[in-house]
């Protein structure tokens, strides 16, 4: 159920927000880095964009590290200018998600999962650790915490990490959905975010193992999209250009898949991120409201992963043309 919000409550935000959108890198500052350039200017401006300090910004030697507190510093403001925090909600479960996976495993196998954690959920990886440990799971979003008995215990019975993945990200995929039914825009963000999920990763379990590939579909299904697993499962007998189409014919998704049988997985995926940037796009044209706030962070989250893309491109010597043709688009 929505909440009853107006635009008009966000106007501090969205005002705030365009301010540091204003200090987002040009496309020339990725392609400086993309032709080998230092990444130092680059990460520099990123931190100005998100209304980091640069005293704050200069204790960060590691850019790896660096991103992660880029997104973090973005996420206080947001935070702070909002009158809802689940607008920075929606950008956080997931890292709460990624932390009960590494913790869930690590405790199977006896390793420390503080190395491992990302340290951008709604609580802070050591705390929710300590919390976990002592069998609290009340800070967790509700699906997320009673998923995490069942894929203990999934694991326990298969001593498959996949299970542990399988089950927490449903959960996942659940408290996004009930996160973002408060906001009109970001529940049709998060429903078509779904479904492409769910469409790479039918394509995906169709080009692997044909024979258990139904079957592990409907454990990685993810719910909150407007597809259900109906929708699919005809199709797991058809070829990849009547899957396109099918797609084509009854989704907007048509060029996400179009020539898919062509295309690899990673080109697909490119795509895919490319469709939510075109929906971020649009919804950016508004004047203010939740909008504004939300699609500033997936956007310099984007921003981010194209960094990632580029460096760890350039540390695998992968050639300029095959970078660029990995490197997702972005609306600044």
């Not at 919000?5 to 204003?22: G, N, Q, T």
Request: hydrophobic fraction near 45%; proline fraction near 6%.
């Amino acid at each position: 159920m929505q909440k009853g919000y107006s635009p008009s409550d966000y106007l501090y935000a969205s005002a705030r927000v365009r301010a540091l959108e204003a200090k987002l890198p040009a496309k020339e500052q990725l392609g400086a880095v993309l032709g080998g350039g230092n990444p130092a200017d680059l990460v520099a401006a990123l931190f100005e964009a998100a209304g980091v300090a640069p005293a704050q910004a200069a204790k960060y030697t590691d850019t790896e590290e660096a991103m992660t507190a880029i997104l973090e510093g973005a996420m206080k403001v947001v935070c702070a200018s909002v009158p809802d925090p689940g607008i920075t909600r929606l950008v956080a479960l997931p890292y709460d998600a990624h932390n009960v996976k590494v913790y869930l495993k690590c405790e199977a196998t006896g390793q420390d999962p503080l190395p491992l954690a990302i340290d951008l959920g709604t609580l802070p990886a050591a705390p929710l650790f300590e919390a976990l440990r002592q069998g609290d799971v009340s800070r967790l979003a509700p699906h997320t915490g009673r998923a995490l008995h069942e894929a203990k215990e999934a694991y326990a019975k298969t001593a498959d990490p996949r299970e542990i993945d399988f089950l927490i990200d449903r959960a996942l995929y659940r408290d996004l959905a009930a996160e973002a039914a408060d906001f009109p825009f970001a529940a049709h963000l998060f429903a078509a975010k779904t479904d492409l999920s769910n469409i790479l990763i039918f394509l995906r379990l169709k080009r692997g193992n044909k024979d258990t590939a139904e079957a592990l579909f409907s454990k990685s299904f993810l719910p909150g999209g407007t597809l259900d697993e109906a929708f699919f499962t005809p199709l797991f007998d058809e070829d990849e250009a009547s899957i396109a189409a099918a797609i084509a014919a009854k989704t907007p998704y048509g060029k996400v898949v179009e020539n898919a049988e062509a295309s690899t997985l990673s080109a697909l995926e490119k795509r895919a991120d490319d469709y939510v940037t075109h929906c971020l796009a649009e919804a950016k044209k508004q004047p203010f409201g939740p909008e504004i706030p939300l699609c500033y962070l997936l956007l310099l989250e984007g921003l981010l992963k194209n960094l990632r893309i580029v460096l760890l491109g350039r540390a695998a010597g992968l050639a300029g043309d095959t970078l660029l043709s990995r490197v997702r688009e972005s609306y600044v």
